[in-house]
């Protein structure tokens, strides 16, 4: 995935550029046809310009008066220039190229003392296409500094709830546990995420809002419904057995992305074949997750009695091995919403 970001960054990059060039060029035609005599006197700065240059780098001592005489010819244009653009109300600059980014002339990069370094706007740039890339649109934003807990319940209810602790101290304890995922995000020793419970109970805010925070620290997410994924992954398989070249960003994407959500587990169509498919996916992030960070979030209605159910045994005990468990409980947030409740 990231290679095709970098890919993606640096036409946008060009892009800027472009527009930046295009746009100096249409301002010259402008003033040209306004006020002829600029276009005059952009030439002779060329033509100065050349001369002023090639007897630099002839380097004769006796030409020192020389240079010196272009160089001022140069600056006097210069501000006969300024003051023509003045005169008919236009600023100064306005024959300068508009950058979108000043500081790096829209390349991305800065020079500082012999160094390169990524411009300010380079990760900015990179955190929009993350999340261009990641399929969250802006409704679905989790974002932790909005959590509340305060829709989740603070009575112990067990029979309710289906949970020992009151549902606002589950939350806080998934939450917290939630926060360890991303510090270790990482490692390999850091186990997946496996998100259960009923509707409404905030397992898809909760994902959310980790993939917000990852995209912010510059992490690949890519985000999906399950009947979604299980689409994407078939209709590639049906059109790679006909074009051999075939290739699928999207596809690719489920495998590479650094953080895949699989939201709502259990609501595509069953098949048999699937189940396969969806083992040999989880193995792949498994795997790569090894080497580089590779990590998934589920969630899903599904307990782990209905994986064993709905799945077979091996995605079943391939999902308790791999993830941490985590079980939501409450009331439906979306029901207390509407209620007014809050
Ligand atoms: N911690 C939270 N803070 C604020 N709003 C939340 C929180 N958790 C859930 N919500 C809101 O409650 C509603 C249901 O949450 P959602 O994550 O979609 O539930 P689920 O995925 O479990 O069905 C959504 O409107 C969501 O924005
Ligand atoms: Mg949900
Ligand atoms: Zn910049």
Redesign the pocket.
Known sequence: MSRDFYYLIKLEYEKRQKDAADRLESRKKELYSKIPRLEEIDNEINLSGIKYSRLILQGNSQDVDAVKKVQEIIDGLKEEKNSLLLSHGYPEDYLEPVYKCPQCRDTGYIESENRIEKCHCYKQLLIEFLYKESGLGPVER?NFS????S?FSDEVNVEKYGINISPREN?LLIKEKCMEFIENFHKPEQKNLFFS??????????ANCIAEELINRGITVLYMTSPKLFSTINEYKARALKEEEYDDLSYRNIFESELLII?DLGTEPMSAARYAEFLSLLNARLSRDMSSPCKTII?TNFGIKELYEYYDERVASRIIGAFEIYR?AGDD??RL?KLGAK
């Open positions: 989790g909005q959590f509340d807990e829709f939350i419970g009923p509707a409404g109970v905030g397992k898809t805010y909760m939201d969630s939501f947030i979306r919403k």
